[in-house]
């Protein structure tokens, strides 16, 4: 019978960002491992915040350091190591790196003020979505307000804010790849279209209304004004 060796490295989505996880094995072993599968998905990884489970695994202060650096010339920023070894623990701690991850608070969701939009099958919703907060529709979603870091909304189709975006939003949640996303200010930490994970280029100047969609798995960023 043949058996799957467990990977050395996972990765999941958390709260606060990614959490990767090593396998078991020394650290000697893991870091190169870490550092190969980092570098293989540098596409996905740019710009995220990661917290880091080294398990039993004793690293010196000195190793997270330069982990710590190398993850910041990638673009990618060491918020915390998680580790059962209480040296460990007490060189992240040193470095000034969290060993914790935050506890979730309980999801509530935002109810819309209003139901529907007359001629769209859409919610319009008249407040600013503060953290733990989550508004979701089958179809189009309308806010007149701010969208906070640690607010979420799901769309099934167009998702529309008048106001800045800075929290999470997935537009075409059903599968819609032609749903778009609209904000006065553009900034959101986590954006997703009919399922993709989104990158958004750097951006230029002062904020402006901007308009993001998906042209062949990637995101297009125009200009959001009204069409004459």
């Avoid at 490295?9 to 870490?34: C, F, N, S, Y």
């Avoid at 279209?193 to 993001?212: D, F, H, S």
Wanted: hydrophobic share 40%.
């Amino acid at each position: 019978m043949i058996t799957r060796k467990p990977q050395a490295v996972t990765i999941k989505g958390v709260r606060d960002g990614l959490l990767i996880t090593l396998a078991e094995g020394t650290w000697q072993e893991l870091r190169p491992a870490l550092l190969q599968t980092m570098e293989e998905r540098l596409g996905f990884l740019k710009g995220a915040r990661v917290a880091l489970d080294v398990g039993d695994q004793l690293v010196h202060a000195a190793d997270l350091g330069a982990l710590r650096d190398q993850f910041s010339e990638w673009g990618i920023t060491l918020y915390a190591v998680i580790s059962r070894s209480p040296v460990t623990e007490q060189n992240a701690q040193a470095l000034g790196l969290a060993t914790r991850l935050s506890t979730p608070r309980p999801e509530r969701t935002i109810r819309p003020l209003e139901s529907h939009i007359q001629g769209e099958n859409a919610i319009f919703v008249q407040r600013t979505v503060r953290s733990g907060f989550k508004v979701s529709h089958h179809g189009h979603i309308v806010i007149f307000g701010d969208v906070n870091p640690g607010g979420e909304v799901l769309a099934g189709g167009n998702i529309l804010v008048w106001g800045k975006l800075k929290g999470s939003v997935h537009a075409g949640m059903d599968g819609n790849e032609q749903a778009i996303i609209c904000a006065l200010e553009l900034e959101p930490t986590s954006l997703r279209i009919a399922g993709y994970p989104l990158t958004l280029p750097p951006r230029k100047g002062k904020p402006e209304p901007q308009m993001v969609r998906m042209e062949e798995g990637r995101a297009i960023v125009e200009t959001w004004k009204s069409k004459k």
